[in-house]
């Protein structure tokens, strides 16, 4: 049968930084042909295909976007792959090799993230899950 | 290949476009 797209909207123009993204007009239609974790989504729009950011899009059907996992405030043990420096004070800097606990996996690819008493938003892409159990 | 991701966080939006969060 006919394979069924999403369709999501642009909340915001994008302005593409590399070569297999997408320009984006707020307002503009496209349709989801495959959503990576990391919040790159890969799209296409009329004739154009490539890649845009998950957060400048809503879904069409369900602004509220039902599908966003719940906090697990519990957390999950995940090692950074590469180091990051916070750019927005929301955000968190750490170094590769590190171990935190991930407790919102949201959309857009920035998830939440613990180290001790800290916590604040990290890209996912540079994140990997250990396997191992929290210790308590 | 095209549907290789790009390399770089996505950009975040800007404040005001925040999705409602927990």
Known sequence: GPIMLESYRAIADYTKSSKYELNLKAGDLVDIVEKSQNGWWFCQCENHRGWAPAAYLEPLDDPNEAEEPEPNYAGELYKTIKAYTAVEKDEMTLEAGETIEVIHKLLDGWWVVRKGEETGYFPSMFLHKTGEKREV | ?22
């Not at chain 2, 290949?1 to 927990?22: G, V, Y």
């Open chain 2, 1 to 22: 290949s095209i549907k290789q991701p790009p390399q770089n966080p996505p950009p975040r939006p800007p404040p005001e476009l925040r999705r409602k969060r927990a």
